[in-house]
């Protein structure tokens, strides 16, 4: 199950829904083993389109090298779609390289309403996690990192 804080989630949302119709993307960290999402961290898409996402790979090594000083790890990662329904991409289960990583797939289909779902995969197949949203207060800097 995805727990996530109602002002994470909200953030992982507007970003998602900001480049619409092209797919935006980023990630959630959170401590190592927490399997709690803290820090979000919108990325730049490196192959701006409705069809396919792809971190930029300086910036994700740069984000990846940040959670590793932090004692981090990408606990959810998330990527927009122009489709009715959230729905994880083929590409993305046959690229999923992080096993502990929810995959949260926003649909921006209605900008004004968008619809999320959270996957894991494991052994080249999704499943569909529940999703638990809490409305826990956050410390600002937790809420968004930085921008893309």
């Known amino acids: 199950m995805l727990i996530i804080r109602r002002a994470v989630l909200d953030a992982v949302l507007a970003h998602a829904c900001s480049g619409h119709p092209d797919i935006s993307c980023g990630f959630v960290a959170g401590q190592i083993g927490s399997d ?3 820090r979000h961290v919108p ?3 490196a192959e701006p389109s409705r069809t396919y996402w792809r971190f930029d790979p ?3 090594v740069r984000a990846w090298t940040d959670m590793d000083d932090r004692g981090e790890e990408p606990v959810v990662i ?3 779609q122009d489709l009715p ?3 994880l991409s083929k590409m993305t289960i046959s690229y999923a390289v992080e096993e502990q990583a929810h995959y949260l797939v926003v ?3 209605r900008p004004d309403e968008p619809r999320y779902r959270s996957f894991r995969v494991r052994d080249g197949r999704a499943v569909e996690d529940e999703i638990a949203v809490l409305d826990e207060p956050v410390i600002e800097d937790q809420i968004s990192d930085r921008r893309p």
Do not use: H, K
């Open 107 to 109: 649909s921006t289909f």
């Open 36 to 38: 709690r999402p803290e």
């Open 43 to 45: 990325m730049r898409n």
């Open 78 to 80: 998330y990527y927009s």
């Open 85 to 87: 329904d959230a729905v």
């Open 58 to 60: 300086l910036e994700q």
